[in-house]
T-cell receptor, first 114, second 110 residues
Framework: DTAVSQTPKYLVTQMGNDKSIKCEQN?????MYWYKQDSKKFLKIMFS???????INETVPNRFSPKSPDKAHLNLHINSLELGDSAVYFC?????????????FGEGSWLTVV | EDQVTQSPEALRLQEGESSSLNCSYT??????LFWYRQDPGKGPEFLFT???AGEEKEKERLKATLTKKESFLHITAPKPEDSATYLC???????????FGKGTMLLVSP
């Protein structure tokens, strides 16, 4: 059983396209996140949702729009893709809201924009 | 702003050759320091959380320690399957998000 699962794992698309990455967690956690790992391997927080509400938005371009239909799902929509959006996107979850603890990560979605 | 610096960037060991990875941090009120392991093509896998200076945690060949300024991940008699990138991250007293270092890429040769 995969605790945090993301789809697709690999995505190659052209500049200007719109794409989505889906994430589901079966841990019963109330907080979900999107992290981005760039070519230099730095992992940085993008968004955090607690009980379907956006609580953190770390200066991410508004072309990126997270959507949480319920506590177990957090999807990431990206409009008008740019070359610089190429990266690995990790979904994650934790329990305890803003003051939660251990964060568990999915396997990652490799996005390549050509 | 929270900062995490890991050293060395890469470390090559022979099987059985013990060593330590360093994680230096500055954070506005430490709630927790986390160690993760990341294999190529995979997501970070949780290893340890340390909450206060002097705390130590162990798991198989790994032992994590914490001071007020840094954490060490000691690897005793490593095996090739310990090869991975080890990430350190801090959680401050505010939100539960993590600030990560760039990681140390460990390669253990048989």
């Amino acid at each position: 059983d995969t605790a945090v699962s993301q789809t697709p794992k690999y995505l190659v698309t052209q500049m200007g396209n719109d794409k989505s990455i889906k994430c589901e967690q079966n841990l019963g956690h109330d907080t979900m996140y999107w992290y981005k790992q760039d070519s230099k391997k730095f992992l940085k927080i993008m968004f955090s949702y607690n009980n379907k509400e956006l609580i953190i938005n770390e200066t991410v371009p508004n072309r990126f729009s997270p959507k949480s239909p319920d506590k177990a799902h957090l999807n990431l929509h990206i409009n008008s893709l740019e070359l610089g959006d190429s990266a690995v996107y990790f979904c994650a979850s934790s329990q305890g809201g803003l003051y939660g603890n251990t964060i568990y990560f999915g396997e990652g979605s490799w996005l390549t924009v050509v | 702003e929270d900062q995490v610096t890991q050293s060395p960037e890469a470390l090559r060991l022979q099987e059985g050759e013990s060593s330590s990875l360093n994680c230096s941090y500055t954070v506005s009120g430490l709630r927790g320091l986390f160690w993760y392991r990341q294999d190529p093509g995979k997501g970070p896998e949780f290893l340890f959380t340390l909450y206060s200076a002097g705390e130590e945690k162990e798991k198989e060949r790994l032992k994590a320690t914490l001071t007020k300024k840094e954490s060490f991940l000691h690897i005793t008699a490593p095996k090739p399957e310990d090869s991975a990138t080890y990430l350190c991250a801090v959680q401050n007293s505010g939100y539960s998000t993590l600030t990560f270092g760039k990681g140390t890429m460990l390669l253990v040769s048989p």
